[in-house]
């Protein structure tokens, strides 16, 4: 096992995401911030923090595991540092969006165990990637369409059970785990700007 502290797997569908599809017409016919928004795509983000392997033998474990993502019907790209591109266009803006206090993921880190011997934190969330039309102030909208407020404003993050973090072409790494500190000192949606 290599020294590599952090990584991310983004996981998606193979197929149309029903709940992104409905959320962009959501977003586009009744929200304000909406009118501008292209696209919009969901995708699980999964950190694991811990002594990693290299990247094949990495790639090659998530592969094995349903804890992870299953190849028959989703496709993951691993990222392993901050410098590393995220599987979103130039210009959009991703949002993450936690479960408050059920970010980890303790059967994920049991399978790890028992495959490596190696222990690690496992952490998901849903990031969703927002692309605006051009000219639009994305991290601006994208903040807007973050969390739910009211029937005008928020569509991604409800505010009683779920935190949020917003980026703009530069992720954290790792990211859930600061999106959840942020929570814990108040405040429910944060912003990450790069």
């Known amino acids: 096992m290599s020294a590599v502290r952090h990584a991310q797997a983004w996981v998606e569908l193979n197929t149309s995401d029903p709940e992104a599809v409905s959320a962009l017409r959501v977003a586009r016919v009744h929200l ?3 009118r501008r928004l292209t696209a919009l795509r ?3 983000l999964i950190e694991l923090s811990g002594r990693l392997p290299e990247r094949a033998a990495l790639e090659e474990l998530l592969h ?3 804890q992870f993502y299953n190849p ?4 993951c790209s691993v990222r392993l540092s901050a410098a590393e591109a995220v599987p979103a266009p130039d210009g959009a803006a991703v949002v993450l969006v936690c479960e408050r206090g ?3 993921r303790p059967a994920a880190e049991r399978w790890w165990l028992h495959e490596t011997g ?3 934190e496992v952490r998901e969330g849903a990031a969703w990637v927002l692309s605006f039309e051009p000219g639009a102030h994305a991290i601006e909208l994208a903040t807007e369409l973050t969390m739910l407020r009211d029937r005008r ?3 991604l993050c409800n505010p009683h059970s779920q935190d949020a973090r917003v980026a703009m072409t530069v992720v954290p790494l790792p990211w859930i785990e600061d999106a959840a500190c942020s929570a ?3 405040s429910h949606v944060g912003l990450d700007a790069g």
């Open 32 to 34: 304000p911030a909406g």
């Open 42 to 44: 969901r995708l699980r």
């Open 64 to 66: 094995r595991s349903t």
């Open 72 to 75: 028959h019907k989703e496709r």
């Open 102 to 104: 059920s970010e980890r």
């Open 118 to 120: 190696e222990a690690l």
């Open 153 to 155: 404003h928020g569509l």
């Open 184 to 186: 814990r000192e108040g």
